[in-house]
Each structure stands twice: as C-alpha cells, then as structure tokens.
C-alpha cells in the first residue's frame, strides 16, 4: 500500500516529474498525495484526495529544487487527512520522508522521542522516521549515516525515501519487506514502489535487497551494504513501455486491461519452454503440491487445484497466504509450494514464501519482474500481462491461468488441453467484440443490493472471482457458491427478485448446475447465466444470457467464462457512479499483513 518516488534530476525541476512518476502509482493509494522537493531548505506541497481533485490546489510551479520525494497514500495509520499525508518532517524542517510499510514498534519510539522534547504532529506511524533522522543528524551523523542508525531501530515493512535541506540534491532510500526499484535514466536517477512510475525516464533497473542503502545524486547512484560498503549490483533493461501504463483512449485502466486479455494470454503462452524446464526438474521429485495465494490470485489457484488433481493424479491443496502459518508443518521436501501474485510483492505471500523455502522447492507465478517474490523462490513463471493498473485484477488473472494451464498440461502431458488453450485468445477477442448485452443487464441490475454467483467443478473458481469483482468494484454485496453448497444454507435468502449468476458452460456438471438453476428460480430469483450458444434448455430458463462459443467446453471455461462477469462488474460500476480504477478502501498492492 502506498506508493513513493523520489528522483534527482541533473538538468530539470523535480516537483512536475514527481507529479507525472506519482500518478502512476495511484493504483497503489489514492488517500492523499504529497511532494517535497529541497532547494538549501524543504518544500512541501500535499493534500488529502485523488491527484484529479487537488493538483490545481498544489499548485507546483513555485517549488524549487532539483530532487525531492513524493507519496500516494494509503491510510494505514490515522485518517486520511492533509496533516497525516506525507511527506513527513521533523519540527525543525531538516530532512523530509516518505514511507510505504508499516512501522511496527513505532508507539514506543514515539514515547522515547517525546520524552526528549520532539513533538509530533501526525496520528502516523511514519512520523517517527523523520524525527530520528533529524536527532542523528544532530548528533553528528550525515543523512546516510542517520538513515542506518534509523533502520537499526525501526521494526516493520518499509520502502522509505528521504531528502535534507543540509545536503543538497541527494536522495537517501531504503527498504525492507517493501517493494522498491532503482531507476538509471540519462542524468536523472530514481526510486519508486513500481516501474511504471518511471517507465517514461528510466528503462534501466535495479533492484536493491532487503537493508541497502540507495543514494541518488547528480552524478549517479550508488548501493551500499549495511556495513558502508559499496555492492555492485546487476542492471536490468525492462521491456514495459510508458503508454502500457497510459489508457490509450479508454475511459478507465480496467476497461483497457479487460480488452487486452487476449494479447496477455498470447504473451504468457511464450512461458511454455521455461515451464517444461520447471517440470522436467521437479516433476520427479514431488508427490504433492500446495498454491498458496489471496484474492483473485486464490481464485486462480484453486482452477490449478482442480486441473492438477483430475489431471495429473497429484494432491494439491490451496490455501490462502494469510492462513498459511496452520498449514505451513505439513511441507517435507516432497511437496511443490506455487505461489501465485501479480504483483509479486503481497505481504502475507512473501511471509508464506519465506517459510515454505525452509522445508520446500518454491514456485513463483508473479507478473512484476524483479519483485521479491521472483527473488526469493527457486523458480519463477512470469506471466506476460504487462502491467495492469486497475486495481482489480482482469488480464492478470487470465494470465495467471494461462500459465497453470500450461503447468498443469505439461505435467500431465495432456496435449488435449494445451490445443485448447492456444485457441483461448480467440475466443476471448469475439467475446469482447459486442458488450451492448452486457451494458443492458448492468442497466437493469444497478439498484440490485445482493448477488448471488453459482457455478460447480472448475466453475465454481469463475463464481467466486465473479463475486469478488462485482463487490470490489461495484460495493454491491455479491456472494460465490459451490452450486451444490446452496441448499445446505445460502438457499434461504433466494427470494423474488434476487439476481444469481448461473456459470454453466458445457460438460459432465451441466445437469445438475441446471437442477441447482431450478432451486433458485422456483424461489423467485432472476437468474443470469453465462453459457453456450447451443444451450437451447439454458437459454429458455434464463431471464437474462450471455451466449458464449459452444466449443468452449467446462475445462477451459475458467479462463473464458470469466471475462463476461468482469464487464457486467465493470458497466455497473460505472452505472453506479463509482470509479472501477480506484475503489475504496482497497490498493492494488497489499504490502501489510
Ligand atoms: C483482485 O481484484 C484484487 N486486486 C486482490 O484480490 C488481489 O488479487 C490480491 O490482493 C492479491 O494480489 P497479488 O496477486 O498481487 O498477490
């Protein structure tokens, strides 16, 4: 959560470029924002809202100064408000902060530096860092200096950039168990949460370890080891173009990702050798595999559940990261750990992922190259969405799909399925083509205030991560259920009027998923439902369809049938008045546990 970008800049001002690197990151936080640039002294402009609804009120054009610091929030620590915004500083205005993590001993710091006459004028955890930082530089220290006594106190997740009125155009950043990248541009030098930050200025990347020290400067960067000493460091070029991160004429970043799906599963088909290789080295030496995930990224482990077991005969569990501690004394060096993250940066995975390395072979299915989790597990599959902005997981998830089909396909060396697969894109393009359908039933749906989603087998992942996407985005309560599941509960608040979403492709489960429909209809529901052109019966039950390619049988529906729900959640969003990008409460990168 959070996003921070600070930069030093040989021939510009910093304030606009960190305007332009920090609207990248709203995905990350849309609380507040905040810039703080140094000229010989601190400047600080920051707000509470959206960059939309206060980047007239910053009003930028007076703040001087050639590198600073800038901060998307969100509000871990106190409310969103303008004095929590960051960046934050110490009363005296010596050095300026910004933070993405969670400072977990930060009350009893905090208690220590009132005691010796700091005042503190944030409800911020973040706070503290700026006040220590100012102490140590009292005491003698040098802002690199300061920053390493700091990070010797500190306990928590951070990625904190810093800058001092005493030492001129330097950029001090560090991180630990927050994400942070290390921009090399021509005369300009940067640090972000996230490439597409800085895709505009800087393709060269770096991606510092958990208590190194970043210094940016007009000459360059350097990379220090905790002891002071210098660490080479290995330079990656990445492909990413800027207008990835643009929306090229779509009114929102989720519409733009949803109609890009056909291309991310095209790109992640190119895993296919790397994946071979995963399997040809383990593939002999595991009786049993664990996904380990959250949210969508869940969603789609338990399609590689289902895959795998009828497939290739091996037991495979999923389990949600944050419960995974229960399950964590189960692993020997038999079982596969497959961690799925699109961002690859989920605090409660890499928790996971830490432990599961002690006893495991780990497996990362990530789409951020460089991101920790592509560090820190012994093999990694990218997927090749590209970036994806939307907060709500769309391409991401297909792609993701797309590679456990392909493991899955590979392990059990069902050609059946892989000739599927690669018909997968197309069959995705046609679906995209007409969404009038669509943008009917989220007309006549909108006021609608609960949602029920069934579907059984391998449709019973499409349910969930349909519900998922219509409460995230829309804020319209909606459920997934094991179509079986409802009569042993959920049933009882079917009543006249209720929408159930009825995922029914074609294949072994069709009749009864139908005898399940008719549960729900006899009780007054509307039923939606998603399934095949030629489903003569299922169209005839259904007070509103989506008719989808009757080649696409209930293997492959998860990758497929799942597109038409994302663009019901998507126009009723819009419907609703709410903005799918950004809904509330929630960032796209969840770096706390
Ligand atoms: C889904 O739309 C959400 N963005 C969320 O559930 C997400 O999938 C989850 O937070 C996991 O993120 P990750 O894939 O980056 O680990």
Request: charged share 25%; with cysteine.
């Amino acid at each position: 959560m959070c996003g921070i970008v600070g930069c030093v800049l040989k021939h510009k001002k910093a304030a606009p470029i960190l305007l332009d690197c920090i609207s990248k990151l709203e995905y990350r936080g849309y609380d507040s924002i905040g810039i703080a640039t140094e000229d010989s002294k601190i400047n600080i402009k920051k707000d509470k809202g959206k960059i939309i609804e206060v980047n007239t009120s910053l009003d930028l054009a007076d703040m001087e100064g050639q590198s600073g610091i800038a901060h998307v929030r969100w509000a871990t620590h106190g409310d969103p408000n303008k004095i929590n915004s960051h960046p934050h500083t110490d009363e005296n205005k010596t050095v300026a902060v910004v933070h993405n993590g969670i400072i977990e001993n930060y009350l009893e710091i905090k208690e220590q530096l009132i005691s010796e006459g700091h005042n503190f004028k944030s409800d911020t955890d973040t706070e503290v860092i700026p006040h220590l930082l100012e102490k140590f530089i009292k005491e003698g220290l040098d802002l690199e200096g300061a920053m390493k006594k700091t990070i010797s106190i500190i306990q928590g997740a951070y990625a904190i950039a810093a800058i001092c009125k005493n030492e001129p155009n330097k950029v001090i950043a560090t991180r630990k168990d927050s994400p942070l990248i290390v921009g090399v541009g021509k005369d300009e030098y940067f640090v972000a949460s996230d490439s597409p930050a800085i895709l505009k200025y800087a393709k060269d990347i770096i991606y510092p370890e958990r208590g190194e020290i970043v210094i940016l400067e007009m000459n360059g960067v350097t990379i220090k080891d905790i002891n002071g000493n210098i660490i080479e460091k290995e330079i990656e070029t990445i492909d990413w173009t800027p207008e990835m991160a643009e929306k090229e004429g779509y009114d929102y970043f989720m519409l733009k990702e949803i109609n890009e799906q056909d291309i991310a599963i095209r790109n992640t088909l190119t895993e296919k050798n790397n994946i071979k290789k995963i399997i040809d080295e383990v593939k002999c030496a595991i009786n049993r595999i664990m996904f380990v995930a959250c949210g969508t990224s869940y969603h789609a482990s338990l399609t590689g559940k289902y895959l795998i077991e009828s497939l290739a005969g091996i037991p495979t569990d999923v389990v949600l990261a944050s419960e995974f501690k229960y399950s964590a004394n189960t692993l020997n060096d038999k079982t596969l750990v497959i961690f799925i993250s699109q961002s690859g940066e989920t605090a409660d995975t890499l928790k996971a992922l830490d432990i599961a390395n002690k006893t495991s072979k780990t497996l990362a299915i990530v789409n951020v190259a460089g991101s920790s989790a592509t560090r820190r597990a012994d093999y990694v599959i990218h997927t090749q969405a590209g970036p994806e902005i939307g907060v709500a997981a769309t391409k991401t998830y297909v792609s993701q799909l797309t590679a456990i089909y392909l493991f899955a396909g590979l392990l059990s060396e069902n050609d059946d399925l892989l000739t599927k697969l690669k018909k997968v894109p197309d069959y995705i393009k046609e679906m995209i083509k007409d969404p009038s359908n669509i943008i009917t039933m989220s007309k006549k749906y909108k006021y609608a205030d609960d949602f029920f989603y069934i579907g059984r087998g391998f449709s019973y992942p499409i349910a969930l991560e349909g519900a998922l996407k219509l409460k995230e985005i829309t804020y319209v309560h909606g459920e997934g259920y094991a179509a079986g599941e409802l009569k042993h509960g959920p049933l009882a608040l079917i009543d006249e009027g209720i929408p159930v979403v009825v995922v029914l492709p074609p294949g072994e489960n069709h009749k009864k998923t139908m005898s399940n429909l008719e549960e729900v209809k006899s009780r007054g529901a509307d039923v939606i439902s998603i399934g095949s052109m030629d489903d003569k019966p299922l169209i005839d039950k259904s007070d509103d369809i989506f008719l989808i390619n009757s080649e696409i049988d209930d293997i492959i529906a998860p990758i497929t049938y799942i597109v038409p729900l994302q663009l019901l959640s998507y126009y009723m969003a819009i419907e609703r008045g709410c903005d799918p990008d950004k809904p509330k409460n929630l960032a796209k990168c969840v770096t706390v546990e």
